[in-house]
Structure formats: C-alpha cells, structure tokens
C-alpha cells in the first residue's frame, strides 16, 4: 500500500505471550522494517533481561542481527524512496513466473538479497521453507551452506535460531563492532556478506 516503514508491536500491544513466543516475535520483528517493543501499560513487563537466560540470549543475538544489517536497511529505505518499491515483500514480487511462490504467506523477502521465515509457533524444531527460483542459489546466513531454489527445505530450528538465505549473487553490506547505538557506529568498517549466483557473480 505504499507505507514502507511498517511492523508490529513486539509482544502485541495487549495481553501477555510466553517467553518462547515473545522471543519468537522480536526475531520476527527484526527482519521488518519497523522494528519496536510496545505494549499497554496493562501488560506484564516484558524486558528481555527479566525472561530466561536462553531466551534473553536469543532476543540479544536477534537484535545484534537487526542492528548489523543498518546499512542494508537504510539503504533499502533510500532506493524505496526514490524508486516506490516495497522494501519487505512477498517472495512473488521478485519470482513472478514461480507459481509456487503465489501461495507462500509464512516467509518474505527484505529487499532482494534476503528471505526470512518467521517461526511463529510454539515448540517446533523445525519448519519447511520454500527457496524460488530454480536458478537461484540460497545460503544459510548463519552456516553459508548453499541450497539450489525452486523447492521445499526443511530447517531444524532451535530457539535461536529462525531460517534466514542470502540469495546467491548478491552482496550484503553489515556492521558487526557491537554498539549502544546506531549513531556510534559510524567510522566502523563494513563487512561485505557476498554470495555467488549460478554465474559466480555477484553484485550490490
């Protein structure tokens, strides 16, 4: 609809999810363009620091992600600008001749480099992602193992862990010096996540 900068309330704005959801909910939330705990006053604190050890490591790793990925961010945020692109989008935006695409409603792309599916259930240990493109090349963000698309992967996930791929051919720019904000990051250095396509090629 043209609103770019859009997400939820992490936690939802009423009631009171369980840790393992509430956690599940801001690694979602970080792969949105909108990224904020909120919630009524009515509600249970929610800190991450006053959850479980484990999750409170899992919400820390999801925010160190989101924060790493700024320069990607803003810079999908200027080309929407100038060019009137979603910035999150379903997969169908970018594979429109992949009818398969058409019906996947529980992952998205951020930009065209990355594919996120969300764990939103409770107690899983794994969940079947849908890679389009049949002559695409995906990779694990986190074990850079490469998957041939057009077809269903499934993913063992732990708490920490929710599928994000790289798509081949594309670089990535992060910054991975952990900071207390955005603004004293900087002069850090960039660190270019670069992934090959079928052609061994890549670009921004």
């Not at 970080?30 to 899992?58: C, G, I, K, S």
């Not at 398969?100 to 930009?111: A, C, M, N, P």
């Not at 969940?127 to 049949?134: I, N, S």
Request: neutral net charge; charged residues 20%.
């Amino acid at each position: 609809a043209g609103i770019t900068f859009s997400g939820a309330d992490v936690g939802g704005f009423f009631k009171n999810p369980d840790s393992e959801l509430l956690t599940r909910w801001y690694q979602a939330a970080a792969y949105q363009p909108f990224f904020r705990a909120h919630a009524h006053l009515d509600t249970r604190r929610r800190e991450p620091w006053l959850l479980p050890e484990d999750n409170m490591v899992a919400i820390r790793q999801a925010i160190q992600a989101r924060y790493s990925l700024l320069p990607y961010w803003y810079t999908l945020f200027y080309i929407a600008e100038i060019e009137g692109g979603p910035v999150m989008k379903p997969l169908w935006v970018d594979f429109p001749k992949d009818r398969t695409s058409f019906t996947v409603e529980d992952q998205h792309l951020v930009g065209s480099a990355l594919l996120v599916h969300p764990v939103t259930d409770a107690g899983v240990s794994g969940v079947q992602v849908y890679l389009p493109g049949t002559n695409q090349f995906w990779y694990d963000v986190d074990t850079y193992q490469r998957h041939s698309g057009g077809k269903q992967l499934y993913v063992p996930v732990t708490l920490d862990k929710i599928p994000v791929f790289q798509r081949g051919g594309f670089i990535v720019p992060r910054k991975q010096r952990m900071r207390r904000s955005s603004s004293l990051t900087y002069h850090d250095p960039y660190t270019l996540i670069v992934t090959l396509d079928s052609q061994s090629s890549a670009h921004g």
